[in-house]
């Protein structure tokens, strides 16, 4: 099983990475770091997988976004906040927006259905993409080696069932840091 997840890794991150790749890069990252796959493909293909799907979303959505944000409230709230963030700062919007984990969707909807051209939002998702590879990437393998850190002191007390939970609970409690300190960010601005 372990062998036919390695030798698909790069084709399962870049299909991860098109959609919400967070988990995906994270998890890639993890299995460079185990000296599986190679971080520096990690990171260009996590790039690649990320400018497909946001590409795409930026294209199906300023076909059809206003008429899913009619139909759905909670989407049309969370379209108007992105809206809101976006208001006369596109580029930094669209560099930034890559990193806010579970407002991908909505803030794409906001720039399709805005003013936004395709000209001003492939070259900054580009450099979005781009950062966003490199910086999860690499937080993820320095982070997998804290991980690993932990497991191994772990395991000598006693047996391996526990080190693994607390490596496992460890990387999540991360994750849900991180994107509790970006939206906290983003709440304390939205007031300002």
């Excluded at 971080?39 to 590409?55: E, H, M, R, S, Y």
């Excluded at 047996?159 to 409690?173: Q, S």
């Amino acid at each position: 099983m372990l062998d036919a997840l390695v030798s698909n890794a790069y084709w399962l991150l870049y299909a991860g990475t098109i959609m919400e790749g967070e988990t995906a890069l994270l998890l890639a990252s993890l299995a460079a770091h185990q000296g599986l796959i190679e971080l520096t493909w990690v990171i260009i293909i996590a790039f690649a997988g990320a400018t497909t799907g946001d590409q795409v979303s930026y294209q199906v959505f300023r076909r059809f976004g206003p008429a899913m944000v009619a139909r759905n409230a909670t989407l049309k709230r969370r379209t108007e906040k992105a809206r809101r963030l976006l208001a006369g700062h596109p580029v930094k919007f669209i560099i930034l927006s890559r990193f806010f984990w579970g407002l991908r969707s909505a803030c794409m909807l906001a720039l399709a259905a805005s003013d936004v051209p395709t000209r001003v939002f492939a070259p900054a998702n580009l450099v979005a993409c781009a950062l966003w590879a490199t910086v999860v990437g690499s937080l993820g393998y320095v982070f997998s080696g804290w991980v690993t850190r932990i497991v191994t002191a772990m395991d000598g007390l006693s047996g391996r069932a526990p080190a693994v939970l607390a490596g496992i609970v460890a990387f999540i409690l991360l994750i849900v840091l991180v994107r509790k300190a970006v939206l906290k960010f983003w709440r304390s601005r939205e007031t300002l």
